[in-house]
């Protein structure tokens, strides 16, 4: 006999169990439901992508996060690490001829090969949603609102999250007011986007290393600080330039304040989102409680279907990630209940009596019900406590009576009463209330 093997889960992966699984299918189905009532068509590509397609987004350093390899074709490949490249090689095709704006969403399974830790795995799911081919503010608030709603439709809410928003377009024109030069401005991106997690220290370490003078790394520390909208109009209330990039900022929160959903809305300085491709308005949705990373990020990229040889049209999206929002459900109790559970469990007394119920289960299957019996021969008793086990509500017994008249015996598992009922009349209602999405 050969030695038994143990395979162990592979570092960063999942397995889902039904509970588990559970947990996943409830975020997807809410994540549907909020994306397909702003009238959001669903899409999806191949898993596996050109490694240039990342490349040419990102840059050669994005290699050493991914998975990669040269297969059988001799093509250098990768499994996807986000979804938006994706977006942009299908659009790139077909484009011209799609009527304006563009309102798709998808739900890829994503890798990344990076270290795992709470928040971050090598793999996670991730609801995309983007709106291409409109330029104005409405879309970036169009897409900001159903990451928001997507979030309160499983249960948070504003005492839970927050949206933090800036714009790239107000940074550029601080950080020219600021006195920083042009040439370092790409090196400030990056210094200020890791503020955050870096401190104050160190981001005006950072900011001196790219070559600003100590005034101007005395401004931008300062509004790290304090980024607060106010405190910024004030410290630049002479430069035409950062107060007239200050008006889509103003545009996107009103209409996202007519939409009852300003409460969830915080203008933070630092937040610049590091991916160069981001041209406008940027955000990322945390917990209030500041203890986990972000939920969601995304922004306006204008120029992304440019670079895969598509029209050069406007676009803003976001990815939310189930990993850190499968965590944050947990830590609020918000995870639904998974025990096991069906519709009818169906009891045949003898063996006399399989037949009829093999056949009521099938057809109550067929009329879109959850059925389970017993698949080996067993007393009532038995099979009553394995309905209760299964979570079944009603349990539908078959004796020799029954069987001779056509009918069951349907027992409500939950309060114990029990009624006799002829087989076409149970399942003519079992249809009809299936149809109608009641309880028979």
Avoid at 100 to 120: A, N, T, V
Avoid at 360 to 376: F, I, K, N, Q, T
Avoid at 387 to 396: E, F, V
């Amino acid at each position: 006999m050969p030695a038994a093997r143990s395979f162990a889960r592979l570092p960063g992966f999942r397995d889902f169990s039904p509970g588990d699984l559970a947990l996943r299918s409830h975020v997807f189905n809410t994540w549907r439901r909020v994306a397909r009532g702003y009238g959001f068509r669903e899409y999806d590509g191949p898993p596996l992508e050109p490694l240039g397609l990342y490349v040419e987004k990102s840059g050669e350093e994005i290699v050493e996060q991914l998975y990669t390899f040269r297969d059988k074709g001799g093509r250098e490949v990768a499994l996807r690490p986000e979804m938006t490249p994706t977006l942009a090689r299908m659009l790139a095709g077909r484009s011209r001829g799609m009527p304006k704006p563009i309102r798709w969403f998808s739900i890829p399974q994503l890798f990344r090969y990076e270290r795992s830790q709470r928040g971050r795995l090598r793999e996670h799911f991730q609801l995309n949603v983007d709106v291409v081919g409109e330029a104005g503010v409405a879309a970036d608030a169009e897409v900001l609102a159903v990451a928001i709603d997507a979030l309160r439709g499983l249960g948070l809410g504003e005492d839970d999250f927050v949206a933090r928003v800036n714009d790239r377009r107000l940074v550029t024109a601080v950080l020219t007011a600021a006195g920083a030069p042009p040439g370092a401005h790409a090196g400030c991106l990056a210094v200020i986007d890791k503020a955050g997690r870096a401190g104050l220290e160190r981001t005006r370490a950072g900011l001196e290393a790219v070559g600003l003078s100590s005034g101007t790394v005395d401004i931008l520390a300062e509004l790290l600080s304090d980024g607060s909208r106010d405190h910024l109009a004030d410290r630049f209330r002479t430069s035409g330039a950062v107060i007239e990039a200050m008006t889509p900022l103003d545009e996107h929160r009103s209409i996202l304040e007519a939409m009852g959903l300003g409460a969830y809305l915080h203008f933070d300085f630092s937040v610049v989102r590091g991916l160069a491709y981001y041209t406008g308005i940027v955000f990322e949705l945390f917990d209030r409680a500041g203890e986990l990373r972000a939920i969601c990020g995304g922004g306006r990229y204008d120029r992304l279907l440019e670079l895969v040889g598509g029209e050069p049209l406007p676009a803003v999206g976001f990815g939310m990630g189930d990993v850190v929002l499968c965590e944050l459900l947990r830590d609020r109790d918000l995870v639904p209940g998974a025990a096991p559970s069906c519709d009818y469990y169906v009891i045949w007394v003898g063996p006399d009596q399989r037949g009829a119920g093999l056949e009521v289960s099938h057809r109550l299957r067929a009329a879109g019900h959850s059925v389970m019996y017993s698949l080996r021969p067993q007393g009532v008793g038995k099979q009553l406590r394995a309905a209760d086990r299964a979570g079944a509500r009603r349990a539908l017994i078959i004796g020799p009576d029954e069987a001779a008249s056509g009918s069951a015996t349907v027992r409500d598992l939950r309060t114990g009463s029990q009624k006799t009922r002829s087989l076409p009349s149970l399942l003519e209602t079992a249809a009809t209330h299936f149809a109608g999405g009641g309880n028979p």
